[in-house]
């Protein structure tokens, strides 16, 4: 278990730290709107997600410095959004002020209101403007990748699937590309373990509450951990990370759909006497894509359609609510090690074709298909390795799996100043 605890935070510290104050980001060019005859759907798709900037909106409470934008599209053209003080959650977001905003799409515009402000989105940007039309500052659209994604099962563990090897799962359903669909469950039973699943969650902007990408991870068969599209809500009892009506999540982790998120969960089953009594409860801490939601939380019974409690072990499911979420790289390591420390913020996704960079890779980790460089944010002001994330519309992280590679940038992009947002 110990080698599976370094390769998870490995993960995370070789990653590239980077201050730049509170400068104004510059947002990548995108590829312009989608080619004659791609519906309208793919500029919803394009529009939806995390943008991050340094803004200075003018209602009370508010302050000159990183600001976090979720844009969740709900069909035909109508989006909800988030504007959120200090950045986005586990980046920096203060988890107190938020503005809701609502809107929808005029072409490849996007305008959203709320109390106060606007905000205009098009080509990979969002611009918010004050009650009197005026500029305050913009936000770049971001893809955030899990620091745990892509982990490599360490020696100990049991590989439960990697795209190929299906023995340990009960009559699984694989895609031509390699992803596992729901509606399976593990062969073997285990007590106690550490478990690690990627999963990715369909695009469904018309659905909504429990019909909206739904399906979950049964431990034992009976406590649920909820896999939803809950990308931009409160993070409710019912709600993607929560156990299943019984504890919400310590925080809304979710990422957009179609970006691939991991859970990395750590259980202790229930302890029973001779008698058949339970005499302890189950245990569990689960980091949702690097942030910890569920701190070793004890957990008092079943949840929602679990098996009823009992003191033999029951194989875990990946539940089957008829919605195409996929999961690839699931493992298991037996035992209770659980890693003391949390992952760390998802990390900017690299694209890895960045220009004027004829930097070589840190000797720090071994090399192996770049999912991103950039530690947690985290800070009043934003760190942003500017020239080296991505900023606009960009593919779904790459489906590789494998280390990482974290690349540093030149000195020279150290001296990048921008102009100061009125």
């Not at 982990?151 to 795209?163: D, K, L, R």
């Amino acid at each position: 278990m110990a080698s599976a605890a370094k390769l998870l935070v490995l993960a995370l510290t070789a990653g590239l730290t980077w201050s730049v104050g509170l400068t104004r980001p510059v947002c990548a060019a995108d590829d312009g709107p989608p080619a004659a005859g791609e519906e309208a759907v793919d500029l919803d798709e394009q529009l939806q997600g995390e943008y991050l900037g340094v803004t200075a909106p003018p209602q009370k409470g508010w302050y000159y410095g990183s600001t976090g934008l979720q844009v969740v599209a709900l069909g035909d053209g109508s989006f909800a959004g988030s504007l959120l003080a200090g950045g986005l959650p586990g980046a920096g977001w203060d988890r107190k002020l938020v503005t809701a905003l609502t809107g929808s799409r005029e072409g490849s515009v996007l305008r959203l209101t709320g109390e106060k402000l606007s905000v205009e989105l098009s080509d990979g940007r969002a611009r918010l403007l004050d009650a009197d039309g005026q500029f305050r500052g913009e936000l770049c659209r971001i893809v955030r990748v899990s620091p745990t994604l892509g982990a490599m099962a360490p020696p100990e563990a049991t590989v439960i699937f990697n795209g190929k090897k299906t023995d340990e799962l009960k009559n699984p359903k694989i895609t031509q590309d390699g992803l596992l669909e729901v509606g399976t469950q593990f062969v073997n039973t285990w007590r106690d373990y550490t478990l690690h699943v990627e999963f990715r969650l369909p695009f469904m902007p018309k659905a909504r509450g429990q019909g909206r990408a739904n399906s979950g991870v049964y431990l034992q068969s009976r406590y649920e951990v909820q896999v939803l599209d809950s990308f931009g809500l409160k993070g409710e009892f019912n709600e993607c990370g929560a156990l299943y009506r019984s504890r919400k999540p310590d925080l809304n982790m979710c990422l957009p759909p179609m970006q691939w998120q991991t859970y990395d969960i750590c259980f202790r089953a229930p302890r029973f006497n001779e008698s058949g009594e339970k005499t302890e409860n189950a245990r569990l801490s689960v980091w949702h894509n690097g942030t910890l939601i569920h701190d070793n939380v004890s957990v008092e019974g079943k949840t929602g359609a679990g098996a009823a409690e009992g003191p033999n072990p029951l194989p875990i499911k990946l539940q089957n609510h008829s919605n195409p979420v996929h999961f690839r790289n699931i493992w298991l390591v037996k035992g209770t090690d659980c890693p003391s420390c949390p992952y760390g913020a998802p990390l900017l996704a690299d694209r890895g074709d960045s220009k004027d960079d004829d930097s070589e890779p840190s000797a720090a980790v071994p090399a192996g298909p770049a999912y991103g460089y950039a530690q947690g944010y985290g800070y009043a002001a934003p760190r942003l390795p500017m020239r080296y994330g991505w900023y606009g519309p960009m593919p779904p992280p790459r489906p590789a799996i494998g280390p990482y590679q974290v690349w540093t940038p030149p000195a020279s992009h150290s001296a990048i100043v921008y102009p100061q947002i009125p």
